[in-house]
């Protein structure tokens, strides 16, 4: 069943997307959802950059489509991609046949781990480069807090009305069961147990813009930990820019003020591109 799957990641017509590079084309693959748009409809004065969208761990592409649509509608090819495997997204960015630039959108610790393994990969032979303008951090990244998960699944709404000793078990359980049977999310835990995503960023700061959106409330990820990540960034010289939610919770940022996370991410776009 597995080499199956992988068989049938290949099978996508790139030919038919090349041809159709002039309008707006989409196609959907078992890892991928591409949309390929005119770039006069864009209003960058050069090639806009493909928009690579990595989504959270549990993500389904249904849930990335309402962000997908933001860079779409201004003129934006985008990708939405939700396996874990850098190499064949690189290979799956250079098959399009575009400028090999892109920005990555990218979502909790799993969207990050995915940027992690692109720069690690892109160092190695056989392997695609391709040109990063920027990226933009949606809550993350931070190091693994199996408290702050907990503390996460006790306030989660389909448990709120329960007394705290029946969240306190049932986090526990839901924890426990998610870590054993769900490979994304188990992957998210223990990829890295030696060193969190928001340490590793520290010491190898990625040379591009950034765009940090995060939330007071976000009980996954800590925001003392990407204030932190940003000002080594500034003291370093490095491109960087936030965006503060106030009520959202984790990856949610987007239902507290729809208008105001659109604006970051495109005004974010235009200054780098």
């Not at 006069?40 to 962000?67: F, N, R, T």
């Amino acid at each position: 069943m597995i080499s199956l799957r992988k068989n049938l990641f290949c099978r996508i017509s790139y030919v038919k997307i090349l041809a159709c590079r002039k309008k707006c084309h989409s196609v959907q693959d078992l890892d991928c959802n591409i949309c390929i748009q005119d770039s006069q409809k864009c209003s960058l004065s050069k090639d806009p950059p493909l928009v690579v969208l990595i989504g959270w761990a549990d993500a389904l592409p249904k849930h990335l489509e309402k962000y997908a649509e933001i860079y779409r509608t201004a003129g934006f090819s985008t990708l939405i991609y939700f396996t874990d495997r850098a190499n064949s997204l690189l290979r799956r960015i250079n098959k399009l046949g575009l400028n090999n630039r892109v920005v990555f959108h990218l979502f909790s610790n799993n969207g990050a781990n995915m940027l992690k393994e692109v720069l690690m990969v892109q160092n190695t032979k056989d392997v695609p480069k391709v040109s990063i303008d920027g990226v933009i951090f949606d809550s993350g990244p931070a190091d693994h807090n199996t408290f702050a998960k907990l503390s996460f699944l006790y306030h989660r709404k389909s448990i709120s009305k329960n007394s705290a000793p029946v969240k306190v078990t049932r986090a526990f359980i839901s924890l426990c069961f998610t870590l054993l049977f769900h490979r994304p999310l188990f992957l998210n835990f223990y990829r890295f147990p030696l060193l969190g995503l928001n340490t590793y960023f520290q010491g190898n700061q990625p040379p591009f813009p950034c765009l940090f959106l995060h939330s007071k409330r976000d009980l996954l990820m800590r925001m003392d930990q990407i204030q932190a990540l940003i000002e080594t960034r500034n003291q370093l010289g490095y491109d960087s820019h936030q965006q503060t939610f106030k009520k959202a919770m984790h990856v949610q940022l987007f239902r507290e003020n729809p208008s105001l996370y659109k604006s970051s991410c495109l005004d974010f776009i235009q200054k780098i591109c």
